[in-house]
């Protein structure tokens, strides 16, 4: 397929780096200030240069990705909240051409679902959105292959910076704010990682599950969320006597979504270490399902990305 990628970022340029692996020509890449676009093809390596030295990645415009010969579009700008622009409106574009769509970004899908949905019912063109949870872990292809009405629930850990904090507080004995200046030198945690550590980006997450399971009706501001930052280490030391942790913990249902710290089995599967992340899927007839694995990463969330693209073919 012709990909046109809106957002030079981690998971933009890993998109474009991959795309040739996969069987798809990029003929479009764009960030914020400025495009490369060709209907044959745009030299990848060269403009992947350009972006990594600071130099504009072409000559063009963000607009001209539009005006190119594509089959899909991939939305890899940064998550908005709220009216979820510029994202919503990319996606809005690209559908009314008729065309696919793919979705890195969780704000369209997390704010403005039912809208995205309603659009692509009156286009030829698809949604497909599975890079925007969990990053490499095939959740969403999950749940649809298990078909949507067959899950009763999905819960998990979906968000590795504060499984990092969470997981350095209880092996090492040391506080909240020691464990983030850590994390933010190793480069685990944002400058400002308040979107991490207050559980936003997680509850967009399970906003998006519950939306998959409910078929729409849901955005942050109906999620329950509670961060990590008042968690103190007394109570994971308290947790360790009872053979118990803590983890930030997300649930999604028909009913809604819940995010916040929660005691979990110290040795049960969502007690993940690290970075990583978790998803356990609740189904009718088959169980429990679980999957784990880089819930984040420029080339991890890019598979899922390419994943997707596939699915269009």
Do not use: W
């Not at 997390?110 to 490499?136: C, K, P």
């Not at 400002?192 to 997450?205: H, M």
Request: charged share 25%; hydrophobic share 40%; proline share 4%.
């Amino acid at each position: 397929m012709k990909l046109a990628i809106l957002g030079a970022g981690a998971v933009g340029r890993s998109v474009a780096d991959l795309a040739g692996e996969y069987g798809h020509d990029v003929v479009a890449l764009a960030d914020s200030k400025s495009a490369v676009a060709d209907d044959a093809g745009i030299d990848v390596e060269r403009a992947l240069e350009r972006k990594a030295g600071g130099e504009p990645v072409g000559s063009g415009a963000p607009e001209d990705v539009f005006e190119t010969d594509y089959d899909a579009l991939v939305e890899a700008t940064p998550t908005t909240l709220d009216d979820a622009k510029p994202g919503f409106s990319h996606a809005r574009r690209a559908l009314e051409a008729d065309r696919h769509v793919v979705l890195a970004n969780k704000g369209p899908v997390a704010e403005r679902y039912d809208e995205l949905r309603a659009l692509e019912s009156d286009s030829a063109g698809s949604v497909r959105f599975e890079a925007t949870v969990g990053g490499a872990i095939p959740v969403l292809s999950t749940i649809e292959d298990e078909t949507p009405q067959a899950v009763t629930a999905v819960r998990g850990v979906l968000n590795g910076t504060a499984n990092f904090i969470l997981t350095r507080m209880a092996a090492e004995g040391l506080d909240y704010e020691h464990v983030l200046a850590e994390a933010q030198d190793l480069g685990v945690a944002e400058a400002d990682p308040t979107f991490d550590v207050d559980g936003t980006d997680a509850a967009l997450k399970f906003v998006i599950l519950s939306n998959v399971l409910a078929d729409g009706g849901f955005s942050l501001s109906d999620a329950a969320v509670d961060g990590i930052q008042n968690v103190p280490g007394s109570a994971l030391d308290l947790a360790a006597e009872d053979g118990r942790t803590i983890r930030l913990i997300g649930e999604a249902t028909r009913e809604g979504v819940r995010v916040g710290p929660r005691l979990v089995p110290e040795n049960g599967a969502l007690a993940v270490s690290g970075t990583r992340n978790i998803v356990q899927i609740e189904t009718r007839h088959a169980g429990s399902l679980h999957s784990s694995g880089r819930g984040a990463g420029g080339p991890e969330t890019a598979t899922a990305v390419l994943s997707d693209v596939g699915r269009l073919e």
